[in-house]
């Protein structure tokens, strides 16, 4: 397909995130986002359900069932999972027109090989893709958290999503330096489950364990803390239990994981260039990802790092909002290439 030939070509985005897979369609806006699961039979390996319907069968379902987390701590763990997710979720949406001779592009976390990316550009092109790109997400993320990375002025970005946290300088349109932690969402889930049994001696389910964080989860006092109900196994007896739990308990069980995205922060400003360090003690770092949703981030980062922070604007959707206004930059590089490819040509 000659890309400027005739008319603009379908562009399709999608942040393949550990957590929750988003897709956005141009024209439309955003049109899928659920977590990142994928339920299978297991007698047959066929796929029963994916996201949300997925989701909750997780501590519920049976020993005929397998869930999978396609990716898990920002890498692909089942490529053919992936590939079979994407083709679920598309066929579901109906929009297999839409995807031939589309212009994709892909967001991923860094950690995620070169090998893993090839493979994910030959799953976007069985799709029917024509051209497929890969970007990483916490670029995709300073784009949609608010940054102007464009300009050349130094910006300290913090990603932190499901499996992993991303932390990068970028400047000048793209990325100076970036390095990732296996420390993000789920991470603080599974050390809140443990905290649970081992303090209380009642077992609870990682799902539990996310609705703990999500309600009273924080790193600095708030104003209408209160103490929540949760229900479990008594560990001793085997019996159902309730207890309740405060968020000053949860606040110094997230503080412990939260130390290692502090130590990568410090390690990433020890590798920036000078100019750009002046930068960002100037203008601060933004913290885009479900990890920005925690009461008292940016204030426990300003108080730690003694820098200014911000939360980025729509912190769970600035990877496909970065998506988005990365746009224009593919259809750029296309004219060039199609230019280039026409001048040769000639």
């Known amino acids: 397909m000659a890309v400027f030939s005739t008319k603009k070509p379908n562009f399709i985005s999608m942040d393949l995130g550990t957590s929750y897979t988003l897709v956005y369609v141009a024209g439309t806006g955003v049109v899928y986002n659920e977590p990142s699961i994928v339920a299978y039979r297991i007698k047959d390996n066929h796929i029963i359900a994916v996201g949300n319907e997925a989701y909750k069968m997780i501590g519920k379902g049976n020993k005929a069932i397998r869930i999978v987390r396609p990716m898990e701590d920002g890498v692909i763990t089942d490529i053919r999972a992936t590939e079979a997710q994407l083709r679920y979720i598309f066929n579901r949406l109906r929009i297999a027109k839409q995807l031939k001779g589309s212009i994709m592009l892909l967001a991923c976390p860094s950690t995620v090989t070169e090998l893993e990316k090839n493979a994910l550009k030959r799953i976007a092109t069985n799709l029917g893709a024509d051209k497929v790109f890969v970007e990483e997400e916490v670029k995709m993320a300073a784009l949609g958290g608010g940054v102007d990375i464009y300009k050349p002025v130094g910006n300290l970005v913090i990603d932190s999503g499901g499996g992993t946290t991303d932390v990068a300088v970028l400047s000048s349109g793209d990325l100076v330096l970036s390095k990732s932690v296996k420390v993000a969402g789920n991470l603080f889930n599974e050390e809140i489950l443990k905290y649970i049994r081992s303090q209380y001696g009642l077992e609870i389910g990682i799902k539990t364990a996310e609705i703990i964080k999500i309600e009273i989860g924080s790193l600095a006092k708030y104003s209408d803390e209160r103490k929540i109900k949760i229900y479990g196994r008594d560990i001793v ?39 750009l360090a002046g930068d960002i003690f100037r203008n601060g770092m933004t913290i885009c990802g479900g990890g920005a949703l925690i009461r008292g981030i940016d204030k426990y980062f300003e108080d730690t790092l003694q820098l200014p922070a911000k939360i980025g604007e729509q912190p769970l959707l600035a990877v496909i909002n970065g998506t988005i206004k990365f746009e224009s930059d593919i259809f750029e590089l296309l004219r060039r290439e199609h230019t280039k490819q026409q001048e040769l040509n000639y």
């Not at 739990?245 to 590798?271: A, F, H, M, N, T």
């Open 237 to 275: 007896s085997g019996l159902p239990r309730e207890i309740e739990v405060g968020p000053e308990e949860i606040r110094e069980v997230l503080k412990v994981p939260v130390s290692r995205i502090i130590d990568l922060v410090v390690q990433v400003l020890e590798e920036t260039p000078p100019e």
